[in-house]
């Protein structure tokens, strides 16, 4: 594996007119189909160039950690509200991926915050879509086309986000349940309330070495005193066995949601979208975990020669509710592993625009569907 340590060397690698992989720290190479070309990584191209703590904007090369910039941006009592799997993940690698964590539900993904990008070409050229300032309007956001494109369309060199003070205080409410249908029917009615939850998880056990219980039903809460106060009373009416896990003491549980996807990699993961009160009709009885107020769910299969065929039976059960399922990621050595269902028809128009910015297939040709 090749690592330039600068945007020379990377572009005289792509000028070499051979097939590439670019590649971060290699945290997500379970996810989506794999490619055969040859892996570069850019992790060497790290570093925050930009950051004004007092626009609240900040510019860092694709190379760089996420836990990195978070510590820069911690210094100033801000981050970039985003909590995905891997502490070792870089921002291109997240870009690409469009990975994500439990916050999702009040904070959104990595393409909410981008504000602008620099991205490599098949021939080494580079272009810039996007600006260093939040109020920019002229134009087309092309830089969000790269957000989950697994780095078809260009090698990210560069990103410009908007970020955001750190909440004030944050709190986890957990509600041990008794299967995984009942966490998800309770977090439901939280999401149908009037509270403002940052996350919304209902799980299985897996987590019983943090919180006894067969489910658990977990609500995040960030802001003021006044916030999670008030989170706390009106919770508190839902009744059953409950845990209020405030500042350090949720630190353990969130970060064993992140680190779900990191034990699960033997497994075949399908994500399963749906309007949030039907996924409870769509997620089978077994090991499960939901964002619920998002409507995404995930479930792990054991790596068999029926993997695909119950995948593909779940996607046309969700298709007939509108809903879709895909997998998501599935063990890099797994037989047959090109033919998983890893997405469906429908994708002309992202066909056409990788076709007009890698016509021959350069950039880490096989890594999507379309």
Avoid at 199 to 210: F, I, T
Avoid at 286 to 292: M, Y
Avoid at 346 to 367: E, K, T, V
Wanted: hydrophobic fraction near 40%; proline fraction near 8%; aromatic fraction near 4%.
């Amino acid at each position: 594996m090749r690592e330039p340590a600068t945007e020379d060397e990377l572009a005289a690698i792509l000028r070499e007119g051979k097939p590439v992989h670019a590649v971060g720290n290699g945290t997500k190479l379970h996810l989506g189909p794999g490619s055969e070309a040859e892996p570069v990584a850019v992790r060497r191209l790290a570093g925050v160039t930009a950051y004004e703590p007092g626009d609240l904007v900040a510019c860092v090369r694709a190379g760089t950690r996420l836990a990195d910039l978070q510590a820069e941006l911690a210094r100033h009592g801000q981050w970039l509200p985003i909590d995905p799997p891997y502490a070792e993940a870089t921002i291109g690698g997240i870009l690409a991926t469009n990975s994500s964590g439990p916050r999702r539900l009040a904070y959104g993904t990595m393409r909410d915050h981008l504000i602008g990008l620099r991205v490599m070409g098949p021939d080494g050229s580079v272009t810039r879509s996007g600006g260093r300032v939040v109020k920019n309007v002229t134009g087309y956001d092309l830089h969000k086309l790269h957000v989950g494109a697994f780095g078809t369309l260009g090698v990210l060199l560069e990103a410009n986000f908007k970020v955001r003070p750190r909440p004030e205080l944050s709190a986890a409410v957990v509600f041990a349940c008794a299967s995984f249908r009942e966490a998800h029917q309770l977090l439901l009615k939280v999401h149908a309330s009037p509270l403002r939850p940052v996350a919304l998880e209902a799980l299985d056990g897996r987590l019983k070495h943090l919180i006894d219980g067969k489910a658990l039903a977990i609500v995040g809460v960030e802001g003021t005193r006044p916030v999670l106060d008030r989170h706390y009373r009106e919770l508190e009416t839902l009744g059953g066995k409950r845990a209020v896990l405030e500042g350090e003491r949720a630190e353990p549980l969130w970060t064993a949601i992140r680190n779900l996807p990191r034990g699960l990699v033997d497994f075949v993961r399908v994500r399963i979208g749906a309007k949030p009160f039907d996924l409870p009709r769509l997620v089978p009885d077994g090991p499960a975990w939901a964002q619920v107020g998002t409507g995404i769910a995930r479930i792990d299969l054991p790596p068999t020669a029926d993997a695909s065929k119950r995948a593909r039976q779940l996607h046309e059960t969700a298709a007939g509710l509108g809903g879709y399922a895909v997998v998501e990621s599935a063990p890099p050595g797994m037989p047959d592993r090109a033919k998983l269902p890893w997405g469906f028809p429908g994708h002309a128009l992202m066909r056409a625009i990788r076709q007009s910015r890698d016509p021959r297939g350069m950039l880490n040709y096989g890594r999507m569907v379309v």
